[in-house]
């Protein structure tokens, strides 16, 4: 038992900035580079926790508050997601809406931060993040509720348990529609192509990376770390979702985890390489687009 | 014994504001004193509702009246007690904000007044609570809404005070007038007025449904249901910060409270009343939600929100009656707990945001969001407080908002695990509409703290603010603590909601237990995760403060390469909320006022945008104006002869008989 959870929050805490590596790796494969080493974004964190900050004069404690806010509430957030193949440290019924608001939390104190600094651009990715947000969240909510119809559960532990094998059964079209939604908020919610450009942002269209762009030093360190875990946990809600947990070991179902997560990362990138950004009008229909999707899982289900 | 605490402290409560005018020589001591008669009344009813909540207290008092069909039944049980804590403890506090934000010393006769109608107000909100007589809470009810009338009209030199007290008076008797229609037929039906004589009404068939829709009517403009909310921004703006404090923490939830009340008279009712009140719930929400972030002025914006917490009362209350027409009691409980629970978190956290409001008011001057910014330097104790209620109010953890949505969310899910094909299981579309509310509301949020608290100041007033004295300070402290409290230890808020859902659905004592003791043990991980948050940002906090000291310069924000930035160049909340504004611009139909800059060398230009409201400004007023135009040319058609008009009126009582007796 303590080894398992200690296994969790091991995963929990160290593969995150294993995945952005993955990402930009394929993403320069497909562009015939050699790209930065898998291992980049931990030397980056550690650059970055090394160094001093700057503020701006016209900040209070909210904007050194957002990057901490941020990634504690990502990281207890993870606390109440199967990450390996386990049940979740933390399950109760609901405690889906927990790790939603939770991930609402830490994008709320972004956004304070963002409009602490008083910059008009860095005004114009919060209101951005925040609007996009609200849109990306019944979509991101709908998918959880066609998974505790699917599988009779309420909690995160028991959607993505032992129960979905018998679920994707019963019902794998709903599923199949929810595990598409799922990755297109996922996408969204990551500040990932087509929704925003990761790699840009001085750029009057970006959304998320505008509004971190006074943070500097180890402030900075802590949101691109949150961000990377952030991808990490809907990663692991994807892989949980598609590919179950058929091992029964410990270690079996570790290694397919850790590999489904790679997986992930190289769809992500595979995405991001074949795609242009969508211009900012059409980011809200894609996300009413996910939405609608779920939807038509939930009526498939309870028709 | 528990009886004497309720009667005593509501009494005090009512005449607490007599101090004031018997005392106006010596105003400080007069106003001091009346707050401390206040704070007593509402320590003593708390305590009789705390005895009650948490053990056997609870009382029925009974005394043949003179009056026809009234008798003078008072009635404390756990569901009365749920609403008598908040409803006593708001004006409390109010009105020790009051000391400092509306001193007696200083505003004369207009404080007295003031103190007077709002021991008033708290004691007939406690009186409406408390009756359990039709005409007793009739008298009670009007008695609310005429002192809440002489609230809002408080600052009577400015014309958009009366307007909005008119208006308002105008809406409640609306609605008094569908509770009579419903109290009429109800006492006729049961011979009796007695509250106790009508448990078990039935609902069925076309009379429940009118019965019903008499409720919704007459309860939901005082709650400010949508479309019936149109009263409630211009009421909650116009009035002084701590009666808003007042109007949209507890008076709102009268309307609430009569609507459990008089639903749990029902017999098994139908389970279209239920979704019905679901239905009409998400609309306020979303719509509540909407109109907010579309305004600029700081107490518009939070009485908008209020409509949409209404809203998501509602959907929990719709929950719990379409479980008593399943018979399901986890759909009760988690419906029921969602809902009264958002009605005491409600409470809380909109007083906290008025009260900061009116702080804002106080030091700056106006109340329009885009000529603020910055005041987080110059008033930190506010903006921190402020941010807790905001973050609250958003239903984020680790505060109190999010455990009543929570709630919620559980009971609109339970609705699926119900036999497959049962219609019911459409009430998981609560999940994502609570979501998207959920999501404009920290959007609408961002964009108020942001431009009130963060940045730079936009004019010259947000330049010269001041921190608020401490009795200002104090019961936005109390309430914040509260918002936390109730965040951080949900499972101990579970045992009074079950007694009062039980005393609500007519439910044996106990047989809740079921569903009661799962949430308390799920409510014990919520406060587990949100420790665990509270533990996690304090540990980044202190590892930040314990690097190795690195020399920090403090520098302009970086404005890409531009080195002389103003504060005209900020974001302002308008642009914040455009993208969504213009998202709902079917629904919101803003007024755009633009003239742009023509030429070499534009001598001006000018851009606006407002957004009115969807009831009053787009139906109510168009209608009104058209009635009058109407009666404005019949009136040029005899002008000015009152002969004719008894004529006329001697034509339409012709008329009427003519009808009656030939098609009758």
């Known amino acids: 038992m303590a080894l398992r959870a200690l296994l969790q929050v091991g995963l929990l805490l160290l593969l995150p900035p294993l995945l952005p590596g993955v990402v930009n790796r394929v993403k320069a494969t497909f562009a015939g580079r050699r790209g930065p080493p898998l291992l980049q974004s931990y030397y980056d964190l550690g650059k970055l926790l090394r160094k001093g900050a700057v503020y701006s004069r016209t900040t209070t404690w909210v904007f050194r508050a957002g990057p901490a806010v941020g990634l504690a509430a990502v990281f207890t957030a993870g606390l109440m997601l199967p990450v390996a193949g386990e049940p979740a440290l933390v399950r109760f019924p609901g405690d889906f809406v927990l790790l939603a608001y939770l991930l609402a939390l830490g994008r709320f104190f972004t956004a304070l931060a963002a409009l602490d600094t008083g910059s008009s651009f860095e005004g114009m990715g919060a209101a951005r993040e925040v609007s996009f947000a609200s849109l990306a969240e019944p979509a991101l909510f709908l998918c959880f509720v066609v998974l505790a119809r699917a599988t009779g559960t309420l909690s995160l532990s028991g959607m993505l348990g032992p129960g979905l094998a018998h679920a994707w059964g019963d019902s794998a079209p709903a599923l199949l529609l929810a595990a598409i939604a799922l990755f297109v908020v996922a996408l969204a919610e990551n500040a990932r192509i087509p929704v925003d450009d990761p790699n840009t942002h001085l750029e009057l269209t970006m959304i998320h990376e505008v509004m971190v762009l006074d943070h500097s030093g180890p402030d900075l360190a802590l949101i691109l770390y949150g961000a990377s875990m952030k991808l990490l946990l809907f990663g692991a809600l994807l892989v949980r979702l598609t590919l179950g947990m058929p091992f029964r070991s410990l270690w079996g179902a570790e290694g397919l985890f850790v590999l489904g997560l790679l997986g992930f990362a190289v769809l992500v990138g595979a995405t991001e390489s074949v795609m242009a950004r969508l211009r900012l009008t059409r980011v809200p229909q894609m996300l009413v687009g996910a939405s609608v999707l779920s939807m038509f899982a939930l009526v498939l289900l309870l028709r | 014994m528990t009886a004497a605490l309720a009667i005593v402290g509501l009494a005090l409560a009512t005449g607490s504001g007599l101090f004031g005018p018997a005392l106006r020589r010596r105003p400080a001591l007069g106003q001091g ?513 314990g690097r190795p000291a690195r020399p920090v310069p403090r520098s302009e924000t970086w404005g890409c390469g531009y080195a002389f930035p103003t504060a005209r160049m900020e974001y302002t909340g308008s642009s914040f909320a455009q993208i969504l504004v213009e998202g709902f611009r079917s629904v919101l139909v803003p007024r755009v006022e633009l003239s742009q800059p023509r030429g070499a060398f534009p001598r001006s230009a000018r851009f606006a945008t407002e957004v009115p409201d969807l009831v009053l400004d787009r139906a109510i007023l168009p209608a009104v104006h058209a009635c009058e135009g109407g009666a404005r040319a019949v009136r040029s058609a005899f002008p000015g002869r009152i002969h004719l008009y008894a004529v006329l009126v001697l034509l339409a009582l012709v008329a009427l008989l003519a009808w009656r007796f030939i098609w009758w």
């Open chain 2, 33 to 545: 004193l009346s707050c401390a008669a206040l704070c007593a009344g509402a320590a003593l009813g708390v305590a009789a509702s705390a005895r009650t909540l948490f053990g056997p207290g609870g009382f029925v008092l009974r005394h043949p009246w003179h009056e026809p069909y009234g008798s003078l039944a008072l009635r404390l049980d756990p569901l009365s007690a749920l609403f008598l804590v908040p409803v006593l403890s708001v004006p409390a506090l109010s009105s020790i904000y009051g000391l400092a934000y509306w001193p007696q010393a200083r505003l004369g006769w207009k404080a007295i007044r003031l103190q007077l109608f709002f021991g008033l107000v708290t004691g007939s909100m406690g009186l409406v609570i408390l009756a359990d007589n039709a005409l007793l809470f009739l008298v009670g009810w009007e008695l609310m809404a005429v002192a809440a009338f002489m609230l809002v009209r408080s600052e009577e030199d400015r014309p958009e005070a009366l307007r909005a007290a008119w208006i308002y008076l105008a809406a409640s008797h609306v609605g008094t007038f569908a509770l009579f229609a419903f109290f009429c037929v109800a006492g006729s039906a049961r011979g009796s007025f007695d509250f106790d004589a009508w448990r078990g009404m039935s609902a069925a068939g076309a009379g429940g449904a009118w019965l019903y829709g008499f409720l919704l009517v007459g309860f939901g403009v005082k709650a400010g249901l949508v479309p019936l909310h149109f009263w409630l921004p211009g009421a909650h703006a116009a009035a002084p910060s701590h009666v808003s404090a007042v109007m949209s923490g507890v008076l709102l939830k009268t309307g609430i409270y009569g609507l459990l009340r008089t639903t749990g008279f029902f017999e098994g009712p139908p389970s279209s009343f239920g979704m019905t009140l679901f239905a009409l719930g998400a609309l306020s929400g979303v719509l509540g939600v909407a109109l907010a972030l579309a305004q600029h002025d700081l107490k518009r914006l939070l009485a908008y929100h209020s409509v949409e917490n209404i809203g998501i009362i509602a959907m929990g209350l719709g929950i719990a009656l379409v479980g008593r027409s399943r018979g399901d009691g986890a759909l009760v409980f988690l419906g029921f707990a969602g809902g009264a629970l958002h009605v005491v978190n409600h409470a809380l956290f909109k007083s906290l945001l008025f009260l900061g409001a009116g702080s804002v008011h106080h030091a700056a001057g106006t109340r329009d969001i885009e000529r603020l910014g910055g005041l987080g330097k110059a008033m930190p104790i506010t903006a921190l407080l402020f941010l807790v209620g905001a973050t609250a109010i958003c239903g984020l953890p680790p505060l109190n908002g999010f455990v009543s949505e929570w709630l919620v969310v559980l009971g609109s899910l339970r609705g699926m695990s119900l036999p497959r094909g049962d219609r019911v299981a459409y009430l998981a579309l609560g999940a994502p509409a609570l979501a998207f509310i959920g999501g404009l509301a920290a959007a609408c949020f961002a964009k108020v703290q942001g431009t009130v608290f963060l940045g730079q100041p936009r004019s010259e007033e947000a330049t010269r603010v001041h921190e608020s004295p401490s009795a200002m300070l104090l019961p936005m402290a109390l309430l914040g603590a509260a918002c936390l409290a109730i965040g951080l230890a949900p499972a101990l808020v579970v045992e009074p909601l079950e007694r009062a859902a039980a005393e609500w659905g007519g439910a044996a004592p106990g047989s809740l237990a079921g569903p009661a003791g799962s949430a308390a043990a799920s409510a014990a991980w919520v406060s587990a995760v949100a420790v665990a948050l509270l533990v996690a940002v304090g540990l980044l906090a202190l590892l930040a403060r």
